[in-house]
């Protein structure tokens, strides 16, 4: 199988005038084409920090990050597209002139590029929504629309930070399905940050687990469900729950050590 990315021995610290914090440490793994990784770790170790690094908004202090095998540029990132918690549609446009906006930057608006905007709007089911304003629509159709935005500028890879941790439970089960049904459906691959350990499992095809920071790859732990099993189905399954429980056990095995020492002391 084709890497689409490539991390080798990655390590970043941020320098300010309090000092140096190192937010992660000696990173190495692939992501292969079309595949789905998710990235867990308690809050603070340095996911987000990833993210940034592959987007080229930070680059590494040391190791290397390779893209469909070359180095890491500027000009990769036409082929990445990045999904944040927050949808930051614009409220003064509507939901297809948002859709719009990154080919209106990228100067691609053309009668064809309209055309495939129009296509993933039918296809997702927000055509008849397209002149409505944000507001006017659900948390989940935002972030349907936020995807689309991305998708019509057709990137190879998406990144994905905490995407519906701003959404209620139940649109929250159900957005995460949504849209890593479109993201399957349209052949990307993509990163997700979460520290939704069911989240993580429901949606990827293996999960990177960090250190508390500065965050080091502790265990990739592989979630290999059928094909066409839906997010939703997957935690259906009795492999979900073998896959939640030795994510758990990972994620709070420093916790542990953490605790009894402190209650030996
Ligand atoms: P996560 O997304 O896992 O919560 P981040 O990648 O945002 O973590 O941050 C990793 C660490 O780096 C944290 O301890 C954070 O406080 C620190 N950090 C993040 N951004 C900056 C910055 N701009 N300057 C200094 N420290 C930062
Ligand atoms: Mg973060």
Known sequence: MNHLLDFEHVSYSY???DGETPALSDISFSLNDGEFLAIAGPSGCGKSTLL???CHLNTPESGQIFFQGE???KKSICEIGYMLQKDHLLEWRSIEKNIYLGLEIQKKLTGQTKDYAAHLLKKYGLFEFRHK???ELS???RQRAALIRTLVLKPQLLLLDEPFSALDYQTRLKTSNDISAIIREEKK????VTHDLSEAVSLADRILVLSPRPGQLKRIILTPFPKDLSALDRRNTNEFKDYFN???KEMNADEEVTFRAGTVS
Not at 189 to 192: D, H, N, R
């Open 15 to 17: 320098h300010s005038i």
């Open 52 to 54: 940034n690094l592959i």
């Open 71 to 73: 180095p890491l540029t």
């Open 133 to 135: 304003k944000p507001s």
């Open 139 to 141: 948390g989940g159709m």
């Open 189 to 192: 691959s993509a990163v997700l």
């Open 246 to 248: 030795l994510l758990w």
